[in-house]
């Protein structure tokens, strides 16, 4: 084929276009873990593009009621586009009835606003983590189009690779040989764990993952929540290289 | 609000573009589709552009530079284009990014401080809620793929006094640091800011004296000068502080060629040309 | 009066045998009824006052401002309808800013009053609207364009104009409006506002609308002052607090004097 000829092919007639890319993907990992009267939701504090550094002070988790902590991951942007209206719906909600929504309805809500965006979405991963219903732990976690489901322990974000199958094997016991002694869990129902087992599991998840993964470090936020005695922050330092 | 009384008061509702009658009738009738709507261009690259800003906050205030040069590609266009722009009294805007943006979001915010003296009740806008707005602008305008092709830090003096220092760009992230910077600075000069910050421990910038907080920001752009092809050895330092904005007159940081006299080639290269 | 009865005021879009519109003529008297607004053009800037009559002891005081200021040069003071004149602040503020995205300057007060009055002069057209019940006093510093420095900004001259709810428009070296305008403008007409500074005029405009105030038949009233003057840095804005007390005090203590030498 002659150059001419390789030059005609390639001409389709539509105009040229660089299109923008509306996204970018800032790191941080988040994760939640539930129990019998409480819940824990944390993230690290690093925000990241590629590999630079963004900030060191960047806060992924917001409380949205007395019971009830939100952890977004993924597109900054989008995260923080996404929890301001959540806010906002949960204010206009008590303005009109004088009250705030339980976790469930919460958890909800944040599917179809998620879903509401399904042709454009926004690319964040979303955990919400309280107190619910029935007065137990509890732990709602969320594709960035909305698909969502109780659980009782998940990680998202950059390390979530790393930090799930821990949190499978500590939490659910997964892939380890059963003791003999202890009668096992039956099936579909969760491992009663106490508060200090479970803060000691999340702060091991995150500086491991802060060993092995390049976007999570500098400072760990730790939401505790606590059924009667509602939500409480801990802020602890994390690797900053 | 159409205040005009011939263009749609008094006229019937349109049952056919508004059957549940939703709109209010003196907000007129809604659009229809535009038919030019396929002619429509949006941002897809930024055209003339400025390079990094830098900004750090110091003990009662914060600090912003920027050099003057806009360029066409890699054409230095405009060499003396400020960077650095007051909005109000008590806030900084620093631009890199499309110019032609900046200037659109300079009228944005100005409107904006406007409409807020307007008011007549004394009150002004902080850097925090002018941020808030730009930032919304920021992400709202990608959201229609049609981008401020800017990276903005907002800086100034908080409605407590605290110094406030804060990042948004063209998709409407936003961050805060004790020090930031935007584009090439952000690998160049952002490790040496925070190198500075960081050895008067935590919380540093509240060591940090004005004057020495000059010399770190000078140092770091001749730095952007030596290594960022887009740099120009002319820029401006900002602050805000309690007396106010101030922006400065261009000046140079001084640097020194003379290695480059018997350099041959490049790097270690023993040949010569 | 002779219009009522004959079917010619009902309608904006309908001229009496004689050529009168009569329904403008009513919008005028909701003009006069009102409290009196003056503005008086001195040499170094503008000063507005108003008389608001307090409708209410209940009302916290500086409720329902008569005075806006529109862009940062500019601001208008009216008379009559109190719901219309918001409302033609917020359509002069749309102008203004209009004027700035097209132009990148502030709108020539000279400007801002010719729109203002071409969207009076609209109201007056058509059966479905009403004219405005109200007369403005459009005040504004027209400085070189960007002037950014206090220097170039004082190289600037004070305008004043009024827009009636015909839609005429004229400029004034100090206008009146409202119940008092009459004794008003003899007073204003005594004044040599060419010679006074605003400083100086804020005593005279206290003073004025002092004069005018009929005691017997309003009771309470605010002295509402605004200035463009060099203190204000040739922005419109509300009389400093205790800049304004110090003004009407001293208008208090002439006309005082004035009473005693006429006794």
């Known amino acids: ?58 806060k992924k988790c917001y409380q949205l009621t007395d019971e009830v902590v939100m952890a977004v991951v993924g597109f900054q942007a ?43 979405p926004y690319y964040a991963h979303v955990i919400l983590g309280g107190i619910d219903r029935d007065g137990t732990g509890a732990v709602y976690s ?6 969502y489901e109780r659980e009782s322990c998940r990680a998202a974000g950059a390390a979530q690779s790393l930090v799930q199958p821990f949190l499978d094997n500590m939490v659910y016991s997964k892939n380890q040989t059963a003791d003999p002694s202890v009668a096992p869990l039956p099936k579909g129902e969760r491992p009663v764990l106490p508060m200090e087992t479970v803060l000691s599991l ?40 | 609000m159409n205040h005009f009384p011939s263009t749609s008061w008094g006229k019937p509702r349109n049952d056919a573009l508004d059957p549940y009658a939703s709109f209010p009738i003196h907000q007129g009738r809604p659009q229809t589709n535009d038919v030019f709507a396929d002619g429509v261009q949006r941002t897809q690259q930024p055209i003339v552009t400025g390079t990094s800003v830098l900004g750090i906050k110091f003990k009662g205030g914060v600090m912003m530079a920027a050099d003057n040069l806009a360029s066409y590609g890699s054409l230095a266009r405009f060499k003396d284009i400020v960077r650095l722009h007051p909005v109000g009294e008590q806030t900084l805007l620093g631009a890199s990014g499309d110019m032609a943006d900046f200037q659109q979001v ?33 992400y709202q305008k990608r959201s229609k793929f049609d981008p401020f092709w800017n990276a903005f830090l907002v800086g100034g003096l908080d409605h407590d006094g605290e110094p406030f220092l804060s990042y948004v760009d063209l998709l409407g992230t936003t961050y805060s640091s004790p020090s930031l910077a935007t584009g090439y600075g952000n690998h160049l000069a952002q490790p040496l800011l925070r190198r500075a910050l960081e050895r008067l421990g935590p919380d540093g910038y509240k060591n940090l004296e004005e004057d020495e907080a000059k010399k770190i920001i000078q140092s770091a752009m001749r730095v952007l000068f030596y290594r960022d092809a887009r740099a120009l050895n002319k820029f401006q330092i900002a602050t805000v502080t309690k007396r106010g904005v101030e922006v400065s007159e261009p000046m140079e940081a001084p640097t020194e060629w003379g290695f480059a006299e018997g350099l041959r080639g490049y790097g270690n290269s023993d040949e010569t040309y | 009066m002779s219009s009522i009865g004959t079917g010619y005021d009902l309608s904006a879009s309908t001229y009496s045998p004689d050529g009168r519109i009569f329904q403008v003529e009513y919008a005028n008297k909701a003009v006069d009824n009102s409290g009196t607004a003056i503005g008086l053009r001195c040499k170094d800037g503008i000063v507005l006052a108003v008389e608001k009559l307090v409708l209410s002891k209940l009302l916290v005081p500086g409720a329902n401002k008569r005075i806006a200021s529109v862009d940062l040069h500019a601001g208008i003071a009216t008379a009559g309808l109190l719901a219309d004149g918001r409302h ?4 002069a503020r749309d102008e203004c800013e209009s004027y700035r995205d097209n132009y990148h300057t502030q709108i020539p007060t000279k400007m801002l009053a010719e729109r203002l009055s071409l969207y009076f002069q609209a109201y007056t057209l058509y ?18 364009s960007n002037a950014d420095t206090k220097e170039k900004k004082a190289a600037g001259e004070p305008k004043l104009f009024c827009v009636e709810p015909s839609g005429v428009y004229w400029g004034y070296r100090g206008c009146a409006i409202g119940k008092g305008r009459q004794l008003a403008r003899t007073e204003i007409e005594k004044l040599k ?20 105030h009929d005691e017997a038949k309003d009771k309470a009233f605010e002295l509402e002052l605004s200035w463009i003057s060099p203190a204000s840095g040739w922005k419109h804005a509300p009389v400093p607090k205790e800049v304004a007390d110090e003004a009407e005090a001293k208008a208090k203590k002439i006309i005082e004097e004035e009473n005693e030498m006429e006794e």
């Open chain 1, 78 to 120: 989008d995260g923080t586009a996404l929890a301001k209206r959540v806010k906002q719906r949960l204010e206009w909600y008590y303005h009109t009835h004088s009250e705030v929504p339980s976790l469930a309805s919460i958890a909800r809500m944040v599917q179809t606003m998620l879903y509401g965006k399904r042709f454009f």
């Open chain 3, 127 to 144: 059966s479905s609207v009403r004219p405005f019940g109200l007369s403005a006093i459009v005040a504004g510093w027209d400085a070189p």
């Open chain 1, 142 to 147: 969320f594709d960035p189009v909305g698909s």
């Open chain 3, 193 to 212: 506002l060419e010679e006074l500074t605003v400083e100086e005029a804020l005593v005279d405009a206290a003073r004025i609308i002092h004069t005018v």
């Open chain 1, 202 to 241: 999340v702060i091991d998840a995150f500086t491991g993952a802060t060993e092995r993964h390049i976007e999570v470090g500098d400072g760990l936020q730790i939401w505790t929540i606590v059924k009667g005695e509602g939500a409480k922050l801990r802020e602890l330092p994390l690797k900053r290289d």
């Open chain 3, 88 to 91: 033609l602040a917020n359509r």
């Open chain 1, 1 to 58: 084929m002659t150059s001419q000829g390789a030059k005609l092919s390639n001409y389709t007639g539509a105009p040229q276009q660089r299109s923008f890319n509306p996204y970018s993907d800032n790191g941080g990992t988040i994760l939640a873990i539930s129990s019998e009267n409480f819940a824990i939701v944390a993230a690290d504090t690093r925000q990241s593009e590629g590999y630079s550094i963004q900030t060191r002070y960047a």
């Open chain 2, 106 to 138: 300079k009228r944005l915010l100005e409107n904006l401080i406007t409409s807020e003296a307007l008011q007549d009740d004394g009150h002004a806008l902080n850097p925090s809620q002018i941020y808030e707005y730009l930032s919304n602008v920021m």
